[in-house]
């Protein structure tokens, strides 16, 4: 049974991986701002808290020499993450977005002008998204984003390419919350079983498609 410490288990994104990993068998020790402890005996520590608890996860990960899955964006420095464990900074635990991702990447070589729409809740912090923020690297700098906050939209990720009398578009839509959940562990489960090192979600997921 793999263990996981889930830092940030009471904001939305932790209730949710939490019930998941519960649901699938995994062994949970939620923490909060309130946790005092930093020692968990686990496999892998998922920080889905905001910036400033990324120090807690850090410790937990060192003490029990787990591996450390980072969900939260908007992050300053991520100069301070373990050099000798396995870690993974995932700006979108999406499935899907991977896929788009690797199909932005064929975009990008070919160059153009591309228009980039985001969409998510009233409730989220950061903007433009660190997925946009993603994409964009592979679409090239002649990409231009919107984003848009409102309502309760768990997230939408629209790419136009212009071209000379013809326009492609390319949709990823997140029709519940409980997608990033699924995906984290996924990739919690995949980098369990990774030597220490920095690794992409592109890396991870990809190993899905070996």
Same mark, same amino acid.
């Given at each position: 049974?793999?263990?996981?410490?889930?830092?940030?288990?009471?904001?939305?994104?932790?209730?949710?991986?939490?019930?998941?990993?519960?649901?699938?068998?995994?062994?949970?020790?939620?923490?909060?701002?309130?946790?005092?402890?930093?020692?968990?005996?686990?496999? !892998?520590?998922?920080?889905?808290?905001?910036?400033?608890?990324?120090?807690?996860?850090?410790?937990?990960?060192?003490?029990?020499?787990?591996?450390?899955? !980072?969900?939260?964006?908007?992050?300053?420095?991520?100069?301070?993450?373990?050099?000798?464990?396995? !870690?993974?900074?995932?700006?979108?635990?999406?499935?899907?977005?991977?896929?788009?991702?690797?199909?932005?990447?064929?975009?990008?070589?070919?160059?153009?002008?591309?228009?980039?729409?985001?969409?998510?809740?009233?409730?989220?912090?950061?903007?433009?998204?660190?997925?946009?923020?993603?994409?964009?690297?592979?679409?090239?700098?002649?990409?231009?984003?919107?984003?848009?906050?409102?309502?309760?939209?768990?997230?939408?990720?629209?790419?136009?390419?212009?071209?000379?009398?013809?326009?492609?578009?390319?949709?990823?839509?997140?029709?519940?919350?409980?997608?990033?959940? !699924?995906?984290?562990?996924?990739?919690?489960?995949?980098?369990?079983?990774?030597?220490?090192?920095?690794?992409?979600?592109?890396?991870?997921?990809?190993?899905?498609?070996?």
């Amino acid at each position: 049974m793999m263990k996981l410490a889930v830092v940030g288990s009471s904001g939305r994104l932790g209730r949710l991986i939490v019930s998941e990993a519960k649901q699938k068998g995994f062994s949970v020790y939620e923490v909060n701002r309130d946790t005092k402890e930093s020692f968990f005996e686990c496999d !892998v520590v998922i920080d889905a808290s905001l910036p400033e608890g990324l120090s807690k996860s850090i410790a937990i990960a060192k003490s029990s020499k787990a591996a450390l899955l !980072v969900l939260s964006t908007g992050h300053s420095s991520l100069e301070n993450l373990p050099g000798d464990l396995p !870690v993974c900074v995932a700006a979108n635990a999406s499935f899907g977005i991977f896929l788009l991702k690797k199909l932005c990447n064929v975009l990008g070589q070919f160059g153009g002008d591309f228009e980039l729409i985001e969409t998510h809740h009233t409730l989220k912090k950061d903007k433009p998204s660190g997925t946009a923020l993603m994409l964009k690297e592979s679409l090239g700098e002649n990409t231009h984003i919107t984003s848009i906050r409102g309502g309760t939209v768990p997230g939408e990720h629209e790419i136009r390419y212009f071209g000379e009398f013809e326009e492609l578009r390319l949709i990823h839509r997140a029709e519940k919350r409980e997608l990033f959940a !699924v995906g984290a562990l996924r990739l919690a489960s995949i980098l369990a079983k990774k030597a220490p090192g920095r690794y992409t979600t592109e890396e991870l997921f990809s190993s899905l498609l070996a």
